[in-house]
């Protein structure tokens, strides 16, 4: 699965990286620490799995990142 969006950093729980997506949903991304925090505050495609279910944060579906590519 592919969704774009902008990537974004919230101190919820110790710190939480999410995606604000283009399709109006938030999901919480999992991985890929390194590449997140360069790509914070940019428009992103986020190639993954996505859980249903809420994380510790529950802050929304999880979103594993496999591939990360900037917009």
Known sequence: MKIAGTVEYRDLEGGVWQLA???GKRYTLLGARSELRAAKGQRVE???SVDEGFGISMSGPQ???DKLRKL
């Open 63 to 65: 979103l594993r990142v």
């Open 21 to 23: 997506a283009d399709d």
């Open 46 to 48: 986020v190639e993954g």
